[in-house]
T-cell receptor, first 112, second 114 residues
Framework: DVKVTQSSRYLVKRTGEKVFLECVQD?????MFWYRQDPGLGLRLIYF???????EKGDIPEGYSVSREKKERFSLILESASTNQTSMYLC???????????FGPGTRLTVL | AQSVAQPEDQVNVAEGNPLTVKCTYS??????LFWYVQYPNRGLQFLLK??????LVKGSYGFEAEFNKSQTSFHLKKPSALVSDSALYFC????????????FGGGTRLMVKP
């Protein structure tokens, strides 16, 4: 089975802190994604990557950056956390665009 | 631009009755369509997808969905609901041969009562 893991299930940070969210997949997938999930808004794509060191902006990249130094790992970085970044963050991976995406369990981030 | 609409925030159904969760989409081109389910405090789990071929797609846990091109819909259905089907359901769309970006609907909460 495909496994996508995220470094934390729950995280509490203070405004202005730098936050790292880590995602690791074990199936050698080319493509990885970061979404945030908010009630009534569904999932919105922040960034995605289709190869090592490659990244593309999604629908809401402002306030975020990403890093993909190794194929299995995709990191989401909040350079200076703000309260409006309080959300559930979901990581996903897929081998190709014809396939479904496999999701991690999510990280619920609270910024105080 | 592509978009997905799930017109119902919540669907209530009695156990044993059929259920339908609605999804309509808007894309320029041929769509790839997906349904995912999310149980409390969990990530999303894949249920089924339409890529091409038969308009009726069967998926996990007895769910199925019908692709209707003329109505631009992809409604999720199950003949007999279980209490354990209670969860949050998301429809998603991607344009064929146009990259990897999925667009998700806002989600529909399904409540199945005993």
């Amino acid at each position: 089975d495909v496994k996508v893991t995220q470094s934390s299930r729950y995280l509490v940070k203070r405004t202005g802190e730098k936050v790292f969210l880590e995602c690791v997949q074990d199936m050698d997938h080319e493509n990885m994604f970061w979404y945030r999930q908010d009630p009534g808004l569904g999932l919105r794509l922040i960034y995605f990557s289709y190869d090592v060191k490659m990244k593309e902006k999604g629908d809401i990249p402002e306030g975020y950056s990403v890093s993909r130094e190794k194929k299995e790992r995709f990191s989401l970085i909040l350079e200076s956390a703000s309260t409006n970044q309080t959300s559930m963050y979901l990581c996903a991976s897929t081998p190709s665009r014809h396939n479904e995406q496999f999701f991690g369990p999510g990280t619920r981030l609270t910024v105080l | 631009a592509q978009s997905v609409a799930q017109p119902e925030d919540q669907v209530n159904v009695a156990e044993g009755n059929p259920l339908t969760v609605k999804c309509t989409y808007s894309v320029s081109g041929n769509p790839y369509l997906f349904w995912y389910v999310q149980y409390p405090n969990r990530g999303l789990q894949f249920l089924l997808k339409y890529i091409t071929g038969d308009n009726l797609v069967k998926g996990s846990y007895g769910f199925e969905a019908e692709f209707n091109k003329s109505q631009t819909s992809f409604h999720l259905k199950k003949p007999s609901a279980l209490v354990s089907d209670s969860a949050l359901y998301f429809c998603a769309v991607r344009v064929a041969d146009a990259g990897n970006m999925l667009t998700f609907g806002g989600g529909t909460r399904l409540m199945v009562k005993p």
